[in-house]
Every structure is written in C-alpha cells, then in structure tokens.
C-alpha cells in the first residue's frame, strides 16, 4: 500500500512539472504573440487600403493627404504644395472624421502649416554671422 501511494504521488509530480511550462508558453503566446501578429496584419491591411485623397498619419507621427500611390510608396501632402514620399509601410493609420488629427489636417488646409523663419522662437531672421554671438578674432573688441 505504502508503494502505491508513492508512485501515484511521483506521477502527479512529473506531470506538474511538465504541465507548467506548457502552460507558460500557451500563456505566452496568448498575451504577447499573438496580439502581435494580429496588429501587424492590421497595420499591413491599411497600408493596402489607402487610396489617394485619404488622410493618413505616419509612423513617426506626421499628418498628412495621399496626393499619389505607387507599389512601394505613397506621396503625402503635409502642407499646402509641399509633397513627401514614404514607403508604403510607414502608413501608421487613416484618420477619419471624427479624429481630432484630422480635423487639424483639415483646418491646416490639406497639411500642417509651415512657419516662417522670424515666427519660430529664439529666431531673429538675422543671417548667422550677425546672430551667433561670436566675434571674428581679427577684428578685434572695436571691430564690430
């Protein structure tokens, strides 16, 4: 009797011991795999889908109109005539009307605005050579 309990004891072990790292990885693969894969494929579905005149944002966060497509890239408006080219994977997301990104890319006028020179802050709209503060060494302290 005494053996019989033991063996049963020692199969239960093992099989815990196999068990839970079987359900580690299922574990795994529930929560950081497959959710993966599954934004990828989304991600890759509306690089496919964009057609021009849709308003897209970019990976790295630019906001821009589709003006042309091609197989490998996409040529976004981001300000009134000015074109970019991405490649096709770049395409983070469409914006649709009720985004907020696109209703700043609307209100933009096609494109986020551009700023003058004299608008952006610690600028003058002097040339370099009058603005950075250094002095020519054969001028002298009398020179400017």
């Known amino acids: 009797m005494f053996f019989a309990a033991t063996a049963t004891t020692t199969q239960s072990s093992s099989i815990t011991t196999l068990l839970f790292p079987l359900l580690l ?11 993966r894969s599954q934004q990828m494929k989304r991600t890759q579905a509306q690089s ?6 849709d308003r897209v944002m970019t990976t790295s966060g630019m906001l ?24 096709r994977r770049a395409i983070s997301r469409k914006l649709d009307e009720s985004d907020p990104a696109a209703q700043e890319l609307d209100s933009a006028g096609g494109g986020l605005p551009l700023a003058h020179e004299d608008e952006l802050p610690g600028t003058t709209g002097q040339a370099d050579s009058e603005s950075d503060g250094h002095q020519d060494p054969e001028e002298g302290p009398e020179g400017r």
């Open 64 to 87: 821009g109109r589709v003006v042309r497509l091609s197989e490998e890239t996409v040529m976004l408006e981001i300000a009134p005539d000015v074109e970019v080219s991405f490649v």
């Open 25 to 35: 990885v299922v574990g795994a693969y529930f929560l950081f795999i497959r959710p």
């Open 48 to 53: 496919r889908d964009v057609v021009e005149g």
